[in-house]
Nanobody, 125 residues
Framework: QVQLVESGGGLVQAGGSLRLSCAAS????????MAWFRQAPGKEREFVAG???????GYVDFVKGRFTISRDNAKNTVYLQMSSLKSEDTAVYYC???????????????????WGQGTQVTVSS
């Protein structure tokens, strides 16, 4: 079992920055592909960014150039650095992990076995 705990959310003005953290326990995340998803009010949860086991990354178009996903296997933590935030980035952000042995991240949420409880990000305009 893997437990994921997100932190770092909060209220920020448009144009500002936040760094989200996802701390894992139960087993090492180095054996799994990881991702961040988000869910805005009244909308379905959507893929934001993913990171492969070897550190390769990918992003959805609307955050490219603004968000950066990274992982620190020694700290068993995944990060999402968010900059140039917009009001439309307001959402609950979730960290997710695929099964142990998974190499690539995927954008479909049903490919992720473990989820955190989410952290709220609110961007004021």
């Amino acid at each position: 079992q893997v437990q994921l705990v997100e932190s770092g959310g909060g209220l920020v003005q448009a144009g500002g920055s936040l760094r989200l953290s996802c701390a894992a326990s139960g087993r090492t995340i180095s054996s799994s592909a990881m991702a961040w998803f988000r869910q805005a009010p009244g909308k379905e949860r959507e893929f934001v960014a993913g990171i492969n086991r070897n550190g390769g990354t990918g992003y959805v178009d609307f955050v490219k150039g603004r968000f950066t996903i990274s992982r620190d296997n020694a700290k068993n933590t995944v990060y999402l650095q968010m900059s140039s935030l917009k009001s439309e980035d307001t959402a609950v952000y979730y960290c997710a992990a695929r099964d142990s042995g998974s190499y690539y991240y995927l954008s479909e949420e049903n490919q992720y076995r473990y989820w955190g409880q989410g952290t709220q990000v609110t961007v004021s305009s």
